[in-house]
C-alpha cells in the first residue's frame, strides 16, 4: 500500500494523532449516522481541495495563499451543502452548523498547506483520500462508544425493511446517559486518546 | 430576549467550547498557560464581537437585496479571515510580547469554528444588531471563561503524577469533561429563576 495513503489513517491519524478537526468530531458525534454524514462530507471537501490547490500551486502567490485555500475549501463547502440540502434534509437538519463549518475544519486546510501546495496531483489525492479515512474512523469511533453506551443504540441509514436503528438489549433499557451529552463526548475522546497513547508506546517499546 | 439573558445564555447556559465544542482547537491548543489563554480569549472576543456584527451587515445588506444567500459560507469565512489579519497587526503594534507569546494561534483565529459559528448562528437566530453585539461579547467571554478556567486546571496538573498515557491533552480533556459537567448546573431554569 502507498504510504501517502496509509500515514493518514494510523500514524498521522489527523483526530488522534495530529489533534486537527475536533470540534465536528466532538459535534457530530452524538449519533454514528450523523458521524458517517460528516466523514462524507469531508472527504468530498478535502479531495477537492487537495486537487484543486495541488493543480493551482504554480499559479497561487505565496502571499495570497491561506485566503486562496480559504475560498477553494468554501467553494466546495457550499456544494456539500447543497447537495445535502437537496437530498438528504434530514441529515443536512441534524448536522445542523457544523456542515457549513467544515470551512474551518483545520484537517483540510492543514493538508492543503502542508501537503498538497508542495506535492504531485497523485499524492495529493491519496493523502487527501488517506486523511479523510482516518478521520472518519477517529469520528465513527467515537460515535459508537458515544450512542452504544449513552442511548444503547447504533443509528445508521434505514435500507429497504430495515429501520435504521440497532438496539443493543439491556443498554437500550438502562443507557448510561452521560455519554450522549456534551461532557460525555470530552470524556470519551480523552480516554481514547489516552488509550492511543498508551498503544502507541507500547508498540514502540516493542519494536 | 434581554441583553443580560443573552449574556448569560452564551456564557454559561450555552457555552461555546463546553456544550457546543466550538473552539475547541485553540482550547486544548493554547490552554498550557494562563497568560496566554487570558491573551487568546480576550483576542477571541475581540474579533466575534466585531465578526458577528461585520458579518450580520453583509448578509442582510448585500447577500440578501442581490439574492445571493448561498454565498454566505464564502463571504463569512472571507470577512472573518481579513478581521483577523487586523487584530493581528493591531496586537504586534501595541504589545509584541503578547504577539510573541500568541504566535501561531493568533492566525489560527480564522480557522476557530467559534467565530464561523458564532456568524452563523446569528443569522438562523435573527437578532437586532444590538443583540448580535452582545451576543458576539458574550460568547467569546464564554470561550475567555472556559480557556481560563483551563489553562488553570492544566498548570495546577503540572509536576503531578498524572499516568503516563494520560498526561497532557487526553487529561486536559477529560478535565474539559468534568468542567461541562459542572456548567451542566446552569440551564434554561436557572435564566427563568434569575429574570423571571
Known sequence: MNKEF??????????????LGLCPALGVSGQVVNALGMSAGVLFVMLGSNIFVSLLKNF?????????????????????????????PELYGSLGVFVP????????LGRAEAFASRNTLKNSVLDALGMSLGFALGLTLIALVREVLGAGTITLFPVGGFEGIIRIPLLHQAPARIFSLSAGALLVMGLLKAFFNWYSESRRNLS | MNYIGILITYIFISNFILTQFLGLCPF???????????????????????????TWLIYNFVLVPFDLMYLQTIAFILVIASLVQLVEMIIQKISPPLYKALGIFLPLITTNCAVLGIALLNITNQHTILEIFTGGIAAGLGFLLAIVLMSNIRERMDGKPVPKPFK????????????????????????TNLLG
Open chain 2, 168 to 191: 497532557g491533552v487526553p487529561a486536559a480533556f477529560i478535565s474539559g469533561g468534568l468542567m461541562a459537567l459542572a456548567f451542566m448546573a446552569f440551564d434554561r431554569a436557572l435564566l
Open chain 1, 60 to 88: 497561487i502567490p505565496p502571499k495570497a495563499r491561506i485566503p486562496s485555500y480559504i475560498v477553494i475549501i468554501a467553494s466546495f463547502v457550499t456544494i456539500v451543502q447543497m447537495v445535502m440540502e437537496a437530498f438528504a
Open chain 2, 28 to 54: 486544548i491548543g493554547v490552554s498550557k498557560n494562563t497568560e496566554s489563554a487570558v491573551g487568546m480569549g480576550f483576542a477571541v472576543t475581540f474579533v466575534m464581537s466585531i465578526a458577528s456584527v461585520v
Open chain 1, 6 to 19: 496509509t500515514k493518514g489513517v494510523f500514524k498521522d491519524n489527523p483526530i488522534f494523532v495530529l489533534l
Open chain 1, 101 to 108: 463549518l467544515i470551512v474551518v475544519n483545520c484537517v483540510i
